[in-house]
């Protein structure tokens, strides 16, 4: 009777351990996990809009700080784009292109893989403005006059620039274009023809039955 007695005990034991342990590890895991959080969030400081963390560098020698990479970007507002167009990826409406004239000049056979050109980009200009903008990408802009259609009159160029993330040449003048007014943008510029697979650009194959490149 008494072995049988301690044999329901040791059973009972037994069941108890093996409900408890997993139990027991599983609370083990869950603190230890939750101590691992609260020291990364201890590490975090808030700079302004920007957080700086801190990581241990290789060996534990001292702490290095990097700035988070912002996850998103503002996208610019109306007003913005109103007074600076190349923010936006679009011509600006106000500005109507009605016709192009475009001379290439590619060295198809020389060393250089170059080529150059001009262009001359009739636009009528529908709310005063002193900006014009044109789409341009891997060109390098030598010369750059706004004329008048009409009177054939040029208008003084204040300044040029790249907007490189919009890919726009912004062109501004000194007086204002006025509304209803169509002008002449004439552009001189050049590019490679070897530099990226991107707009006008050589390229070459092998004839698979003479072994001709071409």
Same mark, same amino acid.
């Given at each position: 009777m008494s072995t049988?007695?301690?044999? /329901? /005990? @040791?059973l009972y034991l037994l069941a108890f351990l093996f409900v408890a342990i997993p139990i027991l590890v599983g609370v083990l895991v869950w603190h230890a996990t939750d101590n691992a959080n609260d020291s990364e969030d201890s590490q975090t400081v808030? @700079? &302004?809009n920007r957080s700086t963390v801190s990581e241990g560098l290789s &060996?534990?020698?001292g702490q290095s700080t990097g700035v988070r990479a912002p996850t998103t970007t503002r996208e610019p507002?109306?007003?913005e784009i109103a007074a600076k167009p190349w923010l936006s990826l679009r011509l600006p409406e106000y500005q109507v292109p009605l016709h192009y004239d475009i001379t290439l000049y590619p060295d198809f056979y020389g060393d250089h893989g170059t080529f150059y050109g001009n262009e001359t980009v009739d636009v009528e200009v529908k709310q005063t403005t002193r900006f014009l903008l044109i789409h341009v990408y891997k060109l390098t802009i030598h010369d750059v006059k706004v004329v008048k259609a009409d009177t054939k009159e040029a208008l003084e160029v204040a300044r040029t620039f790249e907007e490189a993330k919009n890919q726009f040449l912004v062109v501004e003048t000194k007086s204002d274009m006025e509304a209803g007014t169509v002008v002449g943008l004439h552009l001189q510029f050049s590019g490679s023809l070897t530099e990226s697979i991107v707009g006008f650009y050589k390229s070459s194959y092998v004839n698979s039955k003479t072994g001709e490149t071409r």
């Open positions: 049988v007695q301690i044999n /329901r /005990r @040791l808030t @700079l &302004g &060996g534990g020698q507002t109306p007003e």
